[in-house]
């Protein structure tokens, strides 16, 4: 049985419900990193006319599907696969390569790890700074590259520090790696929340180096996490017809392929989504500088870190309060890296951010 001061996932509301008494309906969950807008109205009713899908099999090879996602993030369709969420492709981008040692960016997302650990690689750390925001020092990147990885993974923007490698930066890592004859996994799950996202994304990219792979998904940005859609882009031959060749066929359900092509092209809803996480990303970052004892990390996700400056404060009552409340932050004690005094939250609708910023102050100032 859980006990208050375990760790929970953003998917827990159920057992935070059993602990805490506080009921899943009732608890806004700024530990998911999903857009609080939803599904659209117009989304909804489109797909609910085409429920009968459900009685067919996919197009095994989704082409219209991917044709969708081709049209959506510039990509070609051919370069494009599809799968159950981003976590299958990372399991099978992680078996089709076998690294032997993989090179992490840390504090990152954990199942990288533990996917190249479960096809028996190992993986080693390249330690983002705090001292540096977080940021990626390339040069530095450049001296643990020649260490003898095989493959380079990169959360971008990273979950959970929220950081960015810019395009520059990352034709620098992009070329180093095609020297050392790396390949590099790129998850860009909260890229499309990113403010300068066409400008950062590094889809374009996957035209010019073969030794590239970006993952996204509709989990977070389209908040479809229930709906379990992912989609790769590669310009990699060997790697795309692996792909065709290993993965399960079916594994994206027909009423996912059907969802897929509605989402993409839902530009309505894709510019509000933009828009409210600009303008909220932009007010919180106001309203924490105007509280002092606490440090952030400029957010270019849709998502912040921060960092309790006073040594008896600790993330864990923090996250406490806050559950007390309805309001589920991440403690992010459990990454690599970070401590007891690190906490995440997502950007939710304005009243639900005033009331979190409301408590983290009330906390800090006690
Ligand atoms: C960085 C990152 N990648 C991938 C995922 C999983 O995405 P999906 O729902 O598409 O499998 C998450 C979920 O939290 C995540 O934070």
Not at 50 to 73: F, W
Not at 146 to 156: E, I, K, Q
Not at 201 to 206: K, S
Not at 318 to 342: E, V, W
């Amino acid at each position: 049985m859980l006990k208050p001061s375990d760790h929970f996932h953003g998917s827990d509301l159920e057992q935070i419900e059993a602990v805490y008494g506080v009921k899943k309906e009732e608890i806004v969950s700024f530990s998911a990193n999903v857009n609080p807008l939803g599904l659209s109205a117009q989304f909804k009713s489109r797909l609910a006319r085409q429920l009968d899908v459900i009685t067919s099999y996919p197009d095994r090879e989704y082409r219209s599907l991917r044709k969708a996602i081709g049209g959506y993030c510039g990509a070609e369709p051919a370069h494009i696969f599809v799968g159950n969420g981003s976590t299958e492709l990372i399991s099978l981008i992680v078996r089709l390569k076998r690294p032997k040692k993989a090179l992490i960016l840390g504090p990152t997302y954990s199942e990288y790890e533990r996917e190249i650990k479960l096809s028996g690689g190992s993986c080693l750390y390249f330690p983002l700074q705090e001292a540096e925001d977080f940021a990626v020092d390339t040069d530095r990147l450049a001296v643990s590259l020649s260490d003898g990885a095989d493959l380079l993974v990169l959360c971008n923007p990273n979950n959970p520090t929220s950081s960015i490698i810019d395009a520059a930066q990352m034709r620098e890592i992009l070329d180093a790696c095609v020297r050392l004859g790396i390949f590099v996994m790129i998850d860009e799950t909260y890229m499309e929340f990113a403010p300068d996202y066409e400008k950062a994304t590094a889809v374009p990219l996957t035209a010019s180096y073969g030794n590239l792979v970006i993952l996204r998904g509709v989990s977070k940005f389209f908040a479809a996490p229930g709906l379990r859609l992912g989609y790769a882009v590669t310009g990699n031959e060997a790697l795309l017809k692996s792909f065709s060749e290993k993965q399960n066929p079916w594994t994206v359900s027909s009423i996912a392929d059907a969802a897929g092509k509605l989402l993409f092209t839902d530009t309505e809803h894709i510019s509000q989504t933009r828009a409210l996480i600009n303008q909220e990303r932009a007010a919180i970052v106001r309203a924490l500088s105007e509280i002092d004892g606490i440090k952030f990390y400029t957010p270019h996700a849709n998502f912040i870190l921060v960092k309790l400056l006073n040594k008896n404060l600790t993330s864990d009552v923090l996250f406490d309060k806050a559950i007390r409340q309805g309001m589920m932050i991440r403690n992010c004690c459990t990454f690599p890296y970070l401590d007891h005094s690190y906490f995440r939250f997502c950007f939710m609708m304005p009243q639900d951010n005033a009331r979190l910023l409301t408590c983290i102050q009330e906390y800090v100032n006690q």
